[in-house]
């Protein structure tokens, strides 16, 4: 009996700016968490009730800048089940069907896929607005960047349901590392991440 595979591609694309002044802070590809993904589209797919993308996760411990303002990147921690951000600080609902999204209308998930490709698009938005996160530094010019709200790491995480206790589980999905970002109470960030799932070909085995 002749066996149908249909190889996979996903890819990630992540844009971080000011939606005010249009000033691009980030504009790059991410990594995928393969293990995670193939995990999370299998319980999708069966309708599990876990899988689906939920939280975007921000952290600080993905680079260091020495004395001489030069920046060391950690690689992206996309190995383990149990992968996490290098140090998450922060993070917010983006399933805008989900009862704990306070703003389903800024922070949320779209599907574009163009009439007679291979491909589909989840676009994940989510606006990190001036009051949030709290605590945060009240202008734009600090210069200590191991601050809880100087982002260099972000990652899409995945539902993947709630213990015992009533705390909800996830796994990280992405990861990707960029150049420290400062969100402070004098400006927006939007985040734009889009998440590209293609077919690549049909290949018939027998």
Do not use: W
């Not at 991410?30 to 689906?52: F, K, Q, V």
């Not at 589909?120 to 945060?136: K, N, R």
């Amino acid at each position: 009996m002749a066996q149908v595979l249909i190889p996979m591609q996903i890819e990630g694309f992540l844009k971080i700016f000011d939606p005010a002044s249009g000033e691009v802070f980030v504009d790059k590809k991410n990594a995928i968490h393969y293990e995670n993904m193939s995990i999370a589209l299998a319980n999708a797919l069966s309708n599990r009730g876990t899988g689906a993308i939920y939280k975007m996760a921000f952290g600080n411990g993905g680079s260091s800048i020495d004395q001489t303002g030069v920046i060391t990147y950690l690689p992206p921690n996309v190995t383990g089940p149990s992968a996490t951000l290098y140090n998450q600080t922060f993070a917010k609902v983006v399933d805008d069907t989900n009862i704990s999204n306070t703003n389903p209308s800024r922070n949320k998930m779209s599907i574009s896929h163009p009439l007679g490709k291979v491909y589909s698009d989840i676009i994940v938005s989510c606006l990190l607005d001036y009051s949030e996160p709290a605590g945060q530094m009240a202008f734009d010019n600090g210069t200590e960047t191991q601050t809880p709200y100087v982002f260099d790491e972000l990652g899409l995480m995945s539902f993947d349901g709630i213990t015992e206790n009533g705390d909800e589980l996830t796994k990280m999905l992405t990861h990707v590392i960029f150049h420290p970002v400062q969100k402070s109470l004098n400006r927006q960030i939007q985040i734009d991440y889009t998440v590209r799932i293609q077919s690549l070909t049909n290949l018939i085995t027998g």
